[in-house]
């Protein structure tokens, strides 16, 4: 998403864009998968939600309203198997919240008014620049405990942010506690009905897509960047450009680096690259009768532990039969935790299936017991850890960008595709000079 935001950009200001893509489709780990049985035949489909205001403008600006499909924003967290509905559009229904004392309801309800009255517009989830501020160095868990009880904050604050993200509260900056109660609430979600990857598409139009080419090389020749990628049928291509953005995870944008001079990428950027931690994600999906669970749901664990399932979001869906008729159900996406996630990665499929859906029942007790297998997507690089002072450092080396090589990715600010194309919008300005590369992107910043 970074990579295709930057090659709008780059074309709209005139320039001859060449896209490598290592897979046979746009859109990187917002990529959705599509199996023909089910209709509508997408899945782990990423949301885009009300806040996302340059993807909004995007989706506006190529015709794609039609494309988004409103989804509930219901939350359940569970306590050792009891659910507890945790809204986040309703001061109301959170003060009939049961996991945790009335004294933590009202101080979160405090909380997140006193960020939303105050912060709203100096502090933003997506933008580095606006999280550095307040990134001091301290992480989200010191100041949850600050506002609320132990509990309170292990079955609130910590539920919303690790139930999304999945990455541990204590690795993480205290900005994106805040921004997440500064802009999250009353937010409305909405899913692609035909995957995120036709934003991806239609923000590289005019570009030269070159699929299933994978880039294993880059060196500076003279004044021009030399690129060189391998295809899928193991043709070698090398081309010259005056320019480049590289928007891949950084553990590969850093190896894609290690051969370039430093006057090309700075000690700071090399090391930055290299020092960013990511958790993986595992998504398992299964397949289950319509009451099984509450529709159009996200479910999450509560606690401070690491649990054997992090979070389930469940999806209507009809499914076509054998016989060509077709069948009501339940897509469930189960999303491991952390321990689990590591162990399973790379794995068979049959051998991760075998082995979540016994741990699914920790999660939701009345879960079925043969549900149906249905479908397994990998993210070796799931979720860049945004660790206290990151943010601060992350302004640092894009305010250091220069020509002709700059980088690009949700590694910059925090793991959304808001934040990545944000970082996609920076890195074309560099190139073509045109404003402030920190400078506002989304549309009404300040």
């Known amino acids: 998403m970074a990579g295709c935001a930057a090659a709008r950009e780059l074309v709209k200001a005139g320039r001859d864009v060449v896209l490598f893509e290592a897979a046979d489709g746009l859109g990187g780990r917002a990529r959705s998968w599509h199996r023909p049985e089910i209709e509508p035949d997408v899945g782990i489909n990423l949301m885009c939600a009300s806040i996302y205001s340059l993807m909004l403008e995007m989706i506006r600006e190529h015709g794609l309203e039609n494309e988004l499909s409103s ?37 979160f309800i405090v909380a997140s008014m006193r960020e939303m009255l105050v912060n709203r517009n100096r502090i933003d989830l997506f933008d580095p620049v606006k999280l550095a501020e307040f990134d001091d160095g301290t992480t989200a868990t010191e100041y949850g405990n600050r506002i609320l009880s132990r509990r309170g904050f292990d079955y609130m604050l910590r539920s919303q942010i690790e139930g999304f993200w999945n990455f541990d509260c204590d690795r993480i900056s205290v900005s994106h506690a805040r921004a997440m109660l500064a ?12 995957g995120m990857e036709v934003l991806a598409e239609k923000n590289a139009e005019g570009a030269d897509v070159r699929l299933g080419h994978e880039v294993e090389e880059l060196r500076l020749d003279g004044e021009r960047v030399r690129v060189t990628a391998r295809g899928n049928d193991g043709t070698v291509v090398s081309e010259e450009f005056d320019d480049i953005v590289v928007a891949v995870p950084a553990p590969i944008a850093a190896k894609l680096a290690s051969a370039l001079p430093q006057r090309a990428v700075s000690e700071e950027t090399r090391t930055y690259l290299e020092s960013q931690e990511y958790e993986p994600a595992l998504s398992v999906s299964y397949l289950v009768d319509r009451d099984a669970l509450p529709a159009e749901t996200h479910i999450m664990a509560g606690g401070a532990e690491d649990p054997k399932i992090r979070n389930m979001i ?13 069948v009501d159900k339940l897509l469930v996406f189960a999303y491991p935790g952390r321990a689990v996630t590591r162990r399973l990665l790379g794995l068979p499929p049959e051998q991760q299936f075998a082995e979540v859906t016994p741990l699914l029942r920790t999660m939701w007790p009345s879960f079925p017991s043969d549900p149906e297998p249905f479908q397994i997507a990998e993210r070796p690089y799931g979720f860049p850890l945004p660790t206290p002072g990151r943010y601060r450092r992350s302004v640092q080396v894009m305010r250091g960008q220069r020509a002709p090589v700059v980088f690009a990715g949700d590694y910059f600010s925090s793991p959304t595709t808001e934040a990545a194309m944000i970082s996609g919008v920076r890195a074309a300005r560099v190139l073509t000079g045109s404003g402030d590369p920190l400078g506002p992107v989304r549309p009404g910043s300040r």
């Open 71 to 107: 989804i509930s924003s219901n939350l359940l967290v569970v306590d050792n198997g009891v659910p507890a509905a945790l809204p986040s559009d309703s001061v109301t229904a959170l003060l009939s919240y049961r996991h945790v004392r009335l004294r933590d309801r009202i101080a």
């Open 314 to 326: 469940t999806y209507p869906k009809r499914v076509r039969t054998g016989r060509g008729t077709t």
């Open 183 to 194: 802009q999250m609430g009353g937010a409305k979600f909405y899913v692609f009905s035909r």
